[in-house]
């Protein structure tokens, strides 16, 4: 089946830095892939959607400049939350939707297994 | 908002039971999508049905639709321990294939 991965599982930054998160399809090709971020206990909600080769397209209210989305394969989709602060701390969630689907027509995800982040 | 709402929050039953969560959403949609989270994990898709469809079925899982309402169930039969987790209806619409907007999640809790 398809899978995709995501690296790293979880990650403990101070707060200024830097945090970068891959999201990559093992197994098949995907020109979009979707980023997600869920507080606990509550639902995913949508942030942007990766293109591959072009630019992301962010949902209304997240800022493009604090979460850079950068998607330079079919395979690889990357989320970086710059100058993190503690209030980002959640778990992202990537999506990817193979190609051959796209072209069926049909809506398929298949997630990655999560990124944790802990802002400090 | 797009995003679907499920009811209940939470549920617990036995094993061998049943299971019934259901999902309202506001807006016009392509179709709907029930997937499944482990704590701490990832989604799994365990089902999508289109909007010109009213049933589906995968193994021991039913979806139904009822687009005039809005609404959708998904049903467990005869659950398991295993089937344990967060349960999230997940609509589709819009002219971009594959924005997914996800409601809160029934957690569903199977004691052996």
């Known amino acids: 089946g398809a899978v995709v991965s995501q690296h790293p599982s979880w990650v403990i930054c101070k707060s200024g830095t830097s945090v970068k998160i891959e999201c990559r399809s093992l197994?098949?090709?995907?020109?979009?892939m979707f980023w997600y971020r869920q507080f606990p206990k509550q639902s995913l909600m949508l942030m942007a959607t990766?293109?591959?080769?072009?630019?992301?397209?962010?949902e209304q209210g997240v800022e493009k400049d604090k979460f850079l989305i950068n998607h330079a394969s079919l395979t690889l989709s990357t989320l970086t939350v710059t100058s993190a602060h503690p209030e980002d701390s959640s778990f992202y969630i990537c999506?990817?939707?193979?190609?051959?689907?796209?072209?069926?027509?049909?809506?398929?995800?298949?997630f990655g297994p999560g990124t944790r982040l802990t802002v400090l | 908002s797009q995003q679907g709402e499920e009811d209940p929050q939470a549920l617990s039953i036995q094993e061998g039971e049943n299971a019934t969560m259901n999902c309202s959403y506001k807006?016009?949609?392509?179709?709907l999508q029930w997937y499944r989270q482990n704590s701490g994990r990832g989604l799994v898709h365990l089902i999508l049905?289109?909007?010109?469809?009213r049933e589906k079925h995968s193994g021991r899982l039913r979806v139904t639709l009822d687009t005039s309402k809005k609404s959708s169930s998904l049903l467990i039969t005869a659950s398991r321990a295993a089937d344990t987790a967060s349960y999230f209806c997940?609509?589709?619409?819009?002219?971009?294939?594959?924005?997914?907007?996800f409601g809160r999640g029934t957690q569903l809790t199977v004691w052996p």
């Open positions: 999506s990817a939707q193979p190609l051959a689907d796209m072209k069926q027509n049909t809506d398929t995800q298949y």
């Open positions: 197994d098949f090709q995907a020109t979009t």
């Open positions: 990766s293109n591959e080769g072009s630019k992301a397209t962010y």
């Open positions: 807006t016009s949609i392509n179709n």
């Open positions: 049905i289109r909007s010109n469809e």
């Open positions: 997940a609509t589709g619409a819009g002219s971009t294939l594959g924005r997914l907007y």
